[in-house]
């Protein structure tokens, strides 16, 4: 999501929902993923919106030192690197500008992606200024969408990955939940709370499907975040930032490295 934009961070915030990881690694898988390179690809949670230290270089992509694809790549070394994740990025944008750098000699690829597709910018601004009922109306939309159209599209990103990386470790990673329940926490009611959360919950679950119909590990962060989410007393993650609404409901530098790297790591 490009932080410059309101739909940038609404689109990623119902991706919060982690699903598990769906096998352990021992560090020995670690160090043969670091044998080969190593490409990142996805939107921005990927790229470290939320987390600072921008690369400048990166421009409106927004990747970060502190995003987890940097930090594994600082701590194992691999062959190659590429840092391909862009703030924003959907389905298509990851076939069309993300998967040039990947080949025969890739060895662990990891990616999120998916929550922009399902546009769910009028889903937030709903839920954010609007009833209970109506916040649910547009989440209902939202979940019909990924229902019917996402898997396809999830599908062709899949495949082409594999096409291109033959070899290649894939981790497919959910994205953590946003609200810790059952809290006093001002901001959006406990209804809507657990409306995001359920279908957040809804949006991984068909991630995790197609990544485990083509043999890549799913990685969840819902554990790793667990006592982390917003309401929590030790949230790694944002709120709505109004002085920089980009960042509103992705990962702070310790969601990055605490949430999403051990996940990686546990994976590769």
């Not at 993923?33 to 996805?42: H, K, M």
């Not at 769910?120 to 939309?141: E, G, P, R, Y």
């Not at 007393?233 to 980009?246: C, E, F, K, R």
């Amino acid at each position: 999501m490009r932080r410059s934009r309101l739909t940038g961070f609404v689109t990623s915030f119902l991706l919060a929902a982690g699903l598990g990881l769906t096998g352990a690694a021992s560090a020995q898988a670690g160090t043969t993923a670091a044998a080969g390179g190593y490409v990142a690809l996805g939107d921005s949670y990927s790229s470290g919106v939320g987390s600072g230290s921008y690369i400048s270089s990166s421009g409106d992509c927004d990747r970060s030192t502190k995003a987890y694809p940097y930090l594994w790549n600082a701590a194992h070394s691999p062959s190659s690197f590429a840092f391909n994740a862009c703030s924003g990025a959907k389905t298509d944008d990851v076939l069309a500008g993300q998967l040039g750098s990947l080949n025969s000699a890739t060895s662990l690829v990891s990616i999120t992606i998916g929550g922009n597709d399902a546009g769910f910018a009028d889903v937030m601004t709903t839920c954010v200024l609007q009833s209970d009922s109506a916040c649910i109306s547009k989440i209902n939309t939202a979940r019909s969408y990924v229902a019917n159209t996402l898997p396809g599209k999830l599908d062709t990103v899949y495949d082409a990955i594999r096409a291109k990386a033959p070899s290649a470790k894939v981790v497919v990673i959910g994205y953590p939940r946003f609200y810790l329940l059952g809290q006093t926490c001002l901001g959006l009611s406990e209804t809507k709370r657990s409306a995001i959360n359920d279908a957040s919950d809804y949006l991984n679950a068909t991630v995790k499907t197609r990544a485990g119909a083509h043999s890549f590990v799913f990685g969840d962060v819902r554990t790793t975040f667990s006592g982390h989410e917003i309401c929590s007393a030790n949230s790694w993650l944002h709120s709505v930032n109004w002085l920089d609404i980009g960042e509103s409901y992705h990962p702070t530098a310790a969601g990055q490295s605490g949430g999403y790297l051990p996940v990686l790591t546990n994976a590769a």
